[in-house]
Structures are given as C-alpha cells and as structure tokens.
C-alpha cells in the first residue's frame, strides 16, 4: 500500500486552496477592464452645461464670500478657528488613546447617521477617525454657507443645495478604503463582492451608452403586463400622442359620468397599477366607476416639433372627445398627475376660453400651476442649466430620460445615487425587486419643442399665473380654471411641494375647491392604498381663501389613505348608477389589451 504524496495535505507545492478563485477572478476582472473601457468609448461628447452650474454661480458664491471676509472677517476666522480647534483636539485624543495602547477611539458624541450604521465606524480609531473628521468638515462648511450675506433666496438656495452634493459625495462611506462594510464583505467572499461589483458598473455603463447611472431595481424582476400594470382592459383609441386605455368594469353597476386620468408623459402611467394589491386603477374600477387611461408616446427625434399644443390639442381634448363618444355622456371627469395636472388645468383655461364645457370636475395630483416657488427643483431652473438643455435638445430632438432621472435622483442623493452605488459597485449586491424603483428607472424622454416651452414658460417666466401663457391660439390665465376641483399634495414631496401646489389650486377661478395634504412624498403619498393603513392626510372644511399656514394649522387629521374620502367627492359630481360598459365600441374596436404598446417602447435602444 503506497501513499499518493502529491495529493496529501501535506505536499509543499499544493497551492493554497482559494488559489483557483483568486486566479479566475483576476481574469474576470481583466475582462471586464476590457469591456469596461469599450462601454466608456460610447459616451457622447459631454455637454458641461448640463453637468453642472453655470461659472456665474460659483463666481456668485465666491464674491459673496470674500465680501463678508472683508466686512466681518472676526466672524469667519471664529468659524475656522472653531473647526480647526475641534480637528485638532480630536486628532490628539486619538493619538493619546493609541500611545497608551488602547485600541479604541475617543468620546464620539456625533449625531446617528444611518450611512455610519456598522459598529467599526464607532469601535475602530481608524474608521471613528474618519468619520468624525468627515462630520467636523460638514459643519464648517454648513456653516460657513449659512453665514453668506448679499445673496439672494433663489442663490442661498442653489449654494446649498450644490454644496450638499459635495458633502454626500465625499462621505468615506463612498470609497472602498474607508467603507467598512464593503471591506469586510470583499474579505468575506475573497473579493468575489468586488468581481461583482465591476460586473454590476460595466453593465450600467453599457446600458445607458456610456453614461453612469445606477440601476435601482432588477431589471428582470418584472415584465409590464406580466407582473406589474396587469389590471384587464383595452386599447381602444390610438394616435401619434397616446394610446387611451379602458378598463374591464369589475361591477355590475358603475357611475353614469367616466373618469378619464393624464398621467405625467415625463414617466409612464404604470405608476399607479404597479400590482393588485396598491393599483389605484384597479382600485378605482372596483368603486364602480368607467375608467380610462392615458398612456403616452415615448419620443424620439421625430417629434422634435411637438409642442404643448400638441399634447392639448391631440392629447387632453382628444381624450376627452373619444371619451365621451365611447360612453355617450356629454360630460368626464378628469385626473392629472404632476405635468399632467399642470397641463390639464392649461386645457381647462382653454375649454372656458372656448365655452367647452365637456370636464365636470378636475382632480389634480401633486400639481404645480403657481411656479413662484418651485421647491427643490429649482435649483436646476436657471438660465445655467436650462441654456444647455435648450443646446441639447436642440441637437438631439428631445430631452433624453437619463437627463431627467439623474436631475431627480441628485434631490436624494444618499437614497438614490450613493446608497444604490454602494451596495451595487462596493458591496457586489444584485439591485432589489422592488417595482417601485423599477418603475423609476423606466423613464420617457421629452419632445425638444414642448421641454422648452415648459421650462421657459411655466418653470421660469410662470405666464400660466400671470395670465399671458399662449395655447392653442389663446392666453390663457390660472383664473379661467373653474370647474369644481379636488387637489391632492403631499406634505413631503420635493418635486411639487404643498405650499406651491396650494397657492396654484387657491388662485383657480373656481369656487368649488377641495384641498387634501397627504402624507409622505410625491409617490408614496399618492400611491397609498386604504388597506395599507400606513399614511394619513389632512382637510379643512373652510374655504380656500387663508394662506397655506392657516389651512394647515386648522386642518384635521384623518389616518389611513385619502382615497375613500376622494372617491366620496367624486361620486357626487359622477351622475347615477347605470349598467356596467364593456371597453369600446362599434367605432372604437380593440386595437391591443391593456397596457398596450406604447408603455413598453424605448425609442434608440
């Protein structure tokens, strides 16, 4: 009997036993260096003015720096004797603690913070070092930018606002040297997470052309019309503009008066049916009512000359025509959503310049109509940003969707960019199922003409409330709006904030007003489904006529979702109850079941 001493776990030329691994993910790593750098080849030549602020803005800041240096510079040097003192005196705590061998940091009474969440970052000396410092640097800069003097709201604003971006983006939980928890996790799998973690960048790289932009959700986690948007019913009525969708009644009664929703075409109407179980569609059928739905073109250079009379024109008022022939009812209901309700209060000015009187009552879901004060988004409205975006557009035909959900991801930059990063790049996790976030990464892109005619004169010039904004042929004013209305705002969103929203419903010309305040945000808010019990909302009996303050602060609070109370204002102005309707009709045939064909379209892909 022999023994094989070449296999024994004795032999001194046995490579360790991870020796494979190591090898085959240094050759993964080399071949996604390769595709990696033929990903980046495919970025289109970059356009700074829509990267970033414009030169004013920084020489702005500048200036009014220096300028309070010299009218008070006792104050700044406190400031930066302050920060100095506290760096300094944390650095020496933690070096005494290390001379006299005490592996552990100094009093660390900083402020939780869900980034700094591994218990290292308050253990270790390193990690507590780093953080404290990175904290300390935070507050000298918050303060110093709190301190600024000689510039205006709109300018202390966006000084904020960018100088955030630079706190979040140099947080040590962003680089893999001073993250703990993606150190330990590349320990942990013998770099595995890391090899993963390339994979994960190459393919967002590629995905979107050159460009990064993290992939919130997993993109096979859901197929539209399979998964999600799965509530039955047809396409009965399509042109360049919109497919109009109309949902199988799941009653055997319904209200006499349909309700016809605008989605926002800046993303896609699936937003509100991502499953049975928070679908307001869905659940706006089983009330009894005739449902129908617009779903928008995604588009491309060829409708580089659309412009907001078109998605009026061939999209509100032809909607509602097709509507009203479907039903035979001389009168709708209507819903808009974000741009969608902006727009829908613009075609409800135009009807009353008309004496079109075919809308019986409008809702409007966190609406922006009033763009006095256009919350955290208008940090991008300046001539800076838009200028670029009107060059862009201009080159290209439309406003690309990566664009806009970039722009929205930096107004959440932790939840959206750096946290996803983290976890995808550093930590090699395969993004969540989550049809929320998917949703989010499915965005549309804009048509060339109607992007500039909203930024420049809805979100800058605000003609639309100072009564001069053009359409179809008419000036139009936010008082021509006087159909009875019910809006609905959420008292977190930082898209369309409340107080905006407010100041636009409460300038309408209608005397018939309802103004809900919902919790959480502009998605969260609005998608909040009663058996969800999770968010509350606030109404106010009294008219309209008191400030934002005054409402709220006499309002009352109501738990659980605002869709009952909703649909209890919308059936007193949706007619008696009639036998239920089967989706169109002799002149309006099946042309494709719902979600139809638009939703899943991505033009240039």
């Excluded at 999209?315 to 479907?326: C, D, F, Q, S």
């Excluded at 406003?399 to 932790?414: E, I």
């Excluded at 018939?512 to 969260?524: Q, R, V």
Aim: charged content about 25%; overall charge negative.
């Amino acid at each position: 009997m022999t023994t094989d001493v070449a296999s024994g776990p004795e032999s001194p030329e046995e490579p360790p036993a991870n020796i494979d691994k190591l090898n085959a993910n240094i050759a993964r790593i080399e071949e996604l260096t390769q595709r990696l750098v033929q990903a980046l080849s495919h970025r289109g030549a970059p356009n700074p003015e829509v990267e970033a602020p414009g030169p004013e803005f920084f020489a702005k800041a500048a200036a009014a720096y220096w300028t309070q240096m010299l009218e008070n510079p006792g104050k700044l040097i406190e400031q930066q004797v302050s920060y100095w003192g506290k760096a300094l005196r944390h650095y020496v705590e933690a070096q005494h603690a290390l001379a006299q061998g005490k592996l552990q940091p100094p009093a660390d009474e900083s402020p939780k913070d869900r980034r700094f969440a591994n218990p290292l970052w308050n253990t270790h000396p390193y990690f507590n070092f780093l953080k404290q410092q990175y904290l300390f640097n935070v507050e000298a800069l918050e303060s110093a930018v709190a301190e600024l003097q000689d510039v205006t709201p709109l300018e202390r604003r966006r000084i904020e606002f960018f100088t955030r971006q630079i706190i979040d983006m140099m947080a040590p939980t962003n680089f893999l040297a001073t993250n703990p928890d993606a150190l330990e996790r590349a320990l942990e799998t013998e770099g595995e997470s890391l090899v993963r973690g390339l994979e994960n960048l190459v393919r967002d790289i590629e995905l979107h052309r050159g460009e990064l932009l993290v992939t919130l959700a997993d993109r096979d986690a859901f197929t539209v019309g399979e998964n999600i948007g799965t509530t039955e019913g047809s396409v009965v009525f399509r042109n360049r503009m919109l497919e109009l969708i109309q949902y199988k009644a799941t009653t055997e009664t319904v209200r006499e008066r349909p309700l016809l929703i605008f989605p926002p075409w800046i993303n896609k109407f699936y937003i509100l049916d991502l499953k049975p179980a928070n679908s307001l569609i869905k659940w706006v059928i089983d009330q009894g009512y005739t449902l129908f739905v617009v779903s928008w073109k995604n588009p491309d250079a060829a409708y580089a000359g659309v412009g907001m009379d078109e998605y009026v024109e061939e999209g509100y008022l032809t909607a509602i025509r097709e509507v009203k022939a479907i039903t035979g009812q001389d009168r709708i209901n209507a819903v808009g959503y974000c741009i969608a309700g902006t727009t829908l209060a613009l075609t409800l000015a135009l009807m009353a310049k008309r004496g079109d009187r075919a809308v019986g009552s409008a809702t409007f879901f966190t609406t922006l109509t009033d763009f006095a004060d256009p919350g955290e988004i208008g940090v991008f409205l300046n001539d800076d940003f838009v200028d670029g975006i009107e060059r862009e557009v201009a080159k290209k035909g439309y406003l690309d969707k990566f664009f806009m959900g970039r722009t929205f991801s930096f107004l959440r930059s932790n939840d959206l960019i750096y946290g996803p990063a983290i976890k995808s790049y550093m930590m090699g996790e395969r993004p969540p199922a989550f049809d929320l976030l998917y949703w989010n990464g499915d965005g549309t892109n804009l048509p060339a003409r109607m992007a500039m005619e909203y930024l420049r004169g809805l979100c800058q010039a605000n003609r639309f409330a100072a009564g001069t904004f053009d359409i179809c042929g008419e000036s139009v004013s936010i008082q021509d709006v006087r159909v009875p209305v019910c809006a609905i705002a959420c008292e977190t969103d930082h898209i369309a904030p409340w107080r905006a929203s407010y100041a636009g419903i409460r300038a309408f010309g209608a005397t018939d007003k309802t103004f809900i305040l919902a919790e959480s945000g502009h998605i969260a808010g609005i998608v909040n489904p009663p058996a969800k019990g999770k968010y509350g909302y606030y109404t106010n009996a009294g008219a309209m006529e008191a400030d934002d303050e005054a409402w709220k602060a006499t309002a009352e609070h109501h738990r659980g979702s605002w869709w009952p109370a909703w649909v209890g204002w919308l059936e007193k102005r949706s007619g008696k109850l009639v036998p239920a309707r089967v989706p169109g009709d002799a002149a309006h045939p099946v042309l494709a079941p719902a979600p139809g064909t638009y939703v899943v379209e991505t033009p240039g892909a």
